[in-house]
């Protein structure tokens, strides 16, 4: 397992931009798939970012398409997900997440994500 801590989060007026972090532990980060995910109070923890452990290939949900952007640099062991174009409807709890499998094929899976940070409330007013 990873530990995994994040931070960036904030309160926004809608349109504007925040860009959250997600630093991990250990020497294995770097072989790892890592997301990002979402929980807004009532709902459903919901995926919004993953990237391949290679940073090669990243995914998306189509609610964040176009203006989230996730991106890793590995010789910091840390994930980051830029959010641009900020909506009241992106006001969440959002968790970076590592796939505990090294070189793991990435996946936008809840369930096949084994490391989880806290948490960082991203609040976006209209």
């Known amino acids: 397992q990873v530990q995994l801590v994040e931070s960036g989060g904030g309160m926004v007026q809608a349109g504007g931009s925040l860009r959250l972090s997600c630093a991990a532990d250990?020497?294995?980060?770097?072989?790892?798939?890592m997301g990002w995910f979402r929980q807004a109070p009532g709902k459903e923890r919901e995926f919004v970012a993953a990237i391949s452990w290679s940073g090669g290939s990243t995914y998306y949900a189509d609610s964040v398409k176009g203006r989230f952007t996730i991106s890793r640099v590995n010789a910091k062991n840390t994930v980051y997900l830029q959010m641009n174009s900020l909506k009241p409807e992106d006001t969440a709890v959002y968790y970076c997440?590592?796939?505990?499998?090294?070189?793991?094929?990435?996946?936008?899976?809840?369930?096949?994500?084994?490391?989880w940070g806290q948490g960082t409330q991203v609040t976006v007013s209209s």
């Open positions: 997440a590592a796939r505990n499998r090294q070189f793991a094929t990435a996946t936008t899976e809840r369930t096949d994500f084994g490391s």
């Open positions: 250990g020497r294995t980060f770097s072989t790892y798939v």
